[in-house]
């Protein structure tokens, strides 16, 4: 296990109504003005808005809106937050929706104090030192964001999507998490959200890094959970129980848990990134494509912690034949895949000729020649996976 500092300050309010106590964590962490962020109009059609601009106008706590945010977000609506949250001198950002809004909010949130163009923090020009405040309203289980120092913004301008981490700066105050605001998500972005959880553990699990049990196991009794609430929600969309384990599970996905002491690797995020910026498909549909085939890769060439997925998370009987068992474990994952009506191969997605050149090219550009550590990819390599996801 690898020294690590762990550093998640963040307060999550779990459970029924509990966006009720919105105001209360607003004030608690300082606000007074607030930018309410928000998506395509889900939380206007649920109610959910109105619940939370009422509970802050009783509170006396004054409030701006940005809303439109749309998935795969890009740089146009940060700008937009920054100009609107400097002219209303607002001290608090408060998103209320997924990981689109959340980051978002997030780019806003670094912009206003910084002088230069926010995306400088994007490209590793600048590093943010300071933020303004933000306490997250969660209305779906997927990105993490709301427990993670991330934000992920597209740029326009050469479709160029990328991360800022920060965890000391960015992670929320707090996030509201009630996991009856996720009865209303359609079955498609519920499956997109178990896939990109999963990939999120997984990107902390393959790891080189040696004497990490601890890790691992949390690791795969996370995916061992997910797997199963997924089918309750499957059969059962409002089914308390299985929204609110994996409301929570999306949470510790991303938060850090899953990675403390390992040297992670995000190829197959990194590699779905492009995708999801020239297609602008969901986020853990790309995943549902790249993942497999990352992992169909891996076992033709590093087996080993593959065969260890294949054996603990999808019951594999044990064998010498590493690769047989770590093909068997892909088999068995792109099944479940399917049977939460996720897509697996590019054609699938709806991508019938997918610009292999394109994606390889911007994939190097935007992330260097070596991509990855649990076995790092060459352009050949990046080709060879985009190839076996067609
Ligand atoms: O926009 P609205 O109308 O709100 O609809 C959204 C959107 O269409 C809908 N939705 C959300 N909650 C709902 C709901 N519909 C009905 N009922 C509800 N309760 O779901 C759609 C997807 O929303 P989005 O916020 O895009 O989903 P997600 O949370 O999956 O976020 C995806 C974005 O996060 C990035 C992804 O790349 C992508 O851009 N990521 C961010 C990370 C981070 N900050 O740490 C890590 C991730 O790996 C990921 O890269
Ligand atoms: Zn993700």
Redesign the pocket.
């Known amino acids: 296990m690898n020294n690590f500092t762990f550093y998640s300050p963040t307060e999550f309010v779990f459970g029924r109504e509990t966006e009720s106590r919105t105001a209360e964590l607003v004030k608690k962490y300082g606000g007074s003005k607030v930018l309410i962020v928000?998506?395509?109009?889900?939380?206007i059609r649920?109610g959910l808005l109105a619940r939370v601009e009422s509970v802050l106008s009783d509170a006396g706590i004054a409030y701006v809106e940005l809303g439109g945010?749309?998935?795969?977000?890009t740089d146009p609506k940060v700008y937009e937050g920054i100009e609107l949250g400097r002219r209303e001198r607002i001290d608090f950002i408060l998103p209320v929706?997924?990981?689109?809004?959340?980051?978002t909010a997030?780019a806003i949130a670094v912009g206003i104090p910084y002088e230069g163009d926010f995306w400088d923090f994007f490209i590793g020009k600048a590093v943010p030192e300071k933020a303004v405040r933000i306490g997250v309203v969660l209305?779906?289980p997927?990105?993490?964001?709301e427990g993670?120092g991330?934000?992920?913004i597209?740029k326009l301008d050469g479709l160029k999507?990328l991360?800022l981490r920060t965890p000391e700066v960015l992670r929320p105050a707090f996030a509201v998490m009630n996991p009856e605001?996720?009865?209303?998500?359609?079955a498609w972005?519920t499956a997109?959200?178990i896939t990109?959880m999963m990939?999120?553990i997984m990107e902390r699990y393959f790891t080189n890094t040696e004497d990490t049990e601890v890790t691992d196991r949390i690791c795969e009794g996370t995916l061992k959970a997910i797997i199963y609430e997924a089918m309750r929600v499957t059969i059962e969309p409002c089914n308390y129980g299985a929204r609110a384990n994996l409301m929570w599970a999306g949470m510790i996905a991303?938060n850090g848990t899953c990675g403390v002491g390992c040297e992670e690797d995000w190829s197959s995020?990194f590699l779905e990134?492009e995708v999801?910026a020239v297609y602008n498909v969901?986020?853990?549909a790309g995943l549902a494509v790249i993942f497999p085939a990352w992992l169909t890769y891996m076992a033709e060439h590093h087996a080993g912690k593959v065969a260890q997925y294949a054996a603990r998370v999808w019951d594999v009987p044990k064998s010498t034949d590493c690769k047989a068992m770590a093909l068997e474990g892909i088999r068995r994952f792109k099944s479940f895949l399917h049977s939460i009506g996720m897509p697996v191969t590019f054609r699938e997605l709806g991508i019938e000729h997918p610009d292999i050149d394109l994606l390889v090219k911007k994939f190097h550009e935007n992330k260097g020649e070596r991509v990855g550590n649990y076995f790092p990819l060459d352009s050949k390599a990046s080709r060879e996976i985009y190839e076996i996801a067609n």
């Open positions: 928000y998506g395509g109009g889900s939380v649920s945010i749309q998935p795969n977000p929706g997924g990981g689109s809004v959340i980051d997030k209305t779906i997927a990105a993490g964001s993670s991330n934000s992920v597209t999507k991360s605001l996720t009865y209303t998500l359609p972005q997109c959200g990109d990939a999120h991303h995020h990134h999801s969901s986020h853990g």
